[in-house]
């Protein structure tokens, strides 16, 4: 990924910073097109848009903001740290599910217990008088 392809903006946030917050632009905001990262496979870039979820803008870019340091250095940081978790979470392949088959041997087990549960149920049960 080049540093090129990270757009970042800035603007008027809220948090600490007392007086200065009115007066800087520290909020930043990091926009990177997921085709600009390189070293994703189409699976894992798949995954990076599914897990970023709303933050993916309509023309399909990634926005990623942080507003709650005071220094614009920091917030690109934060935003840098945050695209990179995204992106190492992205790289997991999920592990895909197999059918799997209850033994025989649990099979009867099941079966017995139900029999016995019944059993003692029905025993409760007051007898009638025909």
Known sequence: MDKTHLLFGFSRSGGPGGQNVNKVNTKTELRVRPEDLHGLSGRAMQRLVTMAGRRVDAQG????????????????????????????????????????????????????????????KSERRAVREV
């Open 61 to 120: 870019a990634l926005l990623l903001v942080s507003g709650n340091q005071r220094t614009q250095e920091a917030n690109r940081r934060a935003c840098v740290e945050k695209l990179r978790d995204l992106i190492a979470a992205s790289l997991i392949e999920p592990k895909s599910r197999r059918k799997s088959k209850p033994s025989r041997g649990s099979k009867i087990r099941r079966l017995e217990s139900k029999r016995l549960h019944s059993h003692r």
